[in-house]
């Protein structure tokens, strides 16, 4: 084998890579040479991903179901992933703030048009037989839609509208997670109590909620975005891809959502019932809790019509 100039500028930035963390450049390149070469279906857990699927019923349409929501929970993480890139940056500059935020928008984008698939996608009268085996389990508690929700705007814009304005914000983070707006949805719309459905949510996510909301406080997209240079926080298309993402979420997102379970749960085939028990058209529809990540770059007649179109 001929050493190149290239091979060995290689081996030479190995040595050092090893020596960092004392460790020996050539033992591990002798374990190369027991190493299997990478295959598509090993990098990616191919089998471990389409093992994944568990159906409750003997209904076709239920896999379709099962399998749509699991990309949804995919795409959450990627949303996740690309605003942890600007959370956790200390001082993102503004290029690089404005190219994470338009793969959010992305990934969003894909996540509302994906409701022609749950719309169209199964049959009403499969859905209203198998989606009984599921209650008292709701969309209501994907965890990950919650934490995107803390890391995208200031705590108060996610408290319900109701107590928005006059809540104390000097009470610790569990008094303003008793006042979130989804709150409303966990309770039993006649007697006012937590129903077994957020419950159950509470009892698995609410330490790390706490923990979520308490971290975002300070580094949420929203104050990232105010760190930014003055004259770029005035940009027009800076400001445009802002709003995007807060129609997309808080509306488009929603309303394609709302439309898609009116079309199965009024269909008359059922009871017209929230598998979870909530009073599920107040809690999805935009303009009932009023939910708004970037409230400043909107004017005072869009906020006052926010989920009216």
Do not use: C
């Not at 990478?38 to 209904?59: F, H, K, V």
């Not at 793969?103 to 199964?122: A, E, K, V």
Request: aromatic content about 14%.
């Amino acid at each position: 084998m001929e050493i190149t100039n290239n091979t060995q500028e290689i081996l030479e930035n190995l040595e050092q890579k090893f020596q960092a963390i004392n460790q020996k450049t050539e033992t591990h390149l002798e374990g190369l040479l027991w190493a299997k070469p990478i295959t598509y279906w090993d990098y990616i857990q191919t089998d471990a991903l389409l093992n994944l699927q568990t159906q409750r019923t003997t209904l076709p349409d239920e896999m379709v179901f099962i399998m749509y929501h699991q990309v949804n929970e995919l795409l959450f993480k990627m949303i996740l992933w690309e605003i942890n890139q600007i959370s956790n940056h200390q001082k993102p500059e503004t290029d690089f703030f404005t190219e994470r935020l338009m793969r959010i928008s992305r990934y969003f984008d894909m996540l509302t048009q994906s409701f022609d698939i749950m719309g169209d996608g199964m049959e009403v009268e499969q859905y209203m037989k198998f989606r009984n085996t599921l209650t008292p389990a709701s969309g209501f508690q994907s965890a990950q839609y919650r934490l995107i929700e803390f890391a995208s705007t200031d705590l108060i814009n996610l408290i319900d509208y109701r107590f928005r304005a006059t809540i104390d914000r000097n009470t610790p983070y569990e008094h303003a997670f008793e006042h979130l707006y989804w709150q409303a949805a966990g309770k039993d719309h006649q007697t006012g109590e937590k129903s077994f459905l957020i419950l159950e949510f509470e009892r698995k996510y609410k330490a790390l909620f706490l923990r979520e909301m308490e971290q975002y406080n300070t580094i949420n997209l929203w104050r990232k975005f105010k760190q930014l240079p003055e004259a770029d926080q005035k940009n027009p298309e800076l400001i445009k891809a802002m709003r995007h993402y807060d129609h997309t979420v808080n509306i488009t997102w929603v309303m394609g959502h709302l439309n898609a379970a009116k079309k199965y749960i009024e269909s008359g085939q059922g009871n017209g019932e929230a598998t979870g028990g909530s009073d599920w058209k107040k809690y999805m529809h935009p303009k009932y809790q009023r939910r708004i990540f970037f409230p400043e770059l909107w004017t005072e007649e869009e906020l006052e019509n926010w989920g009216a179109e």
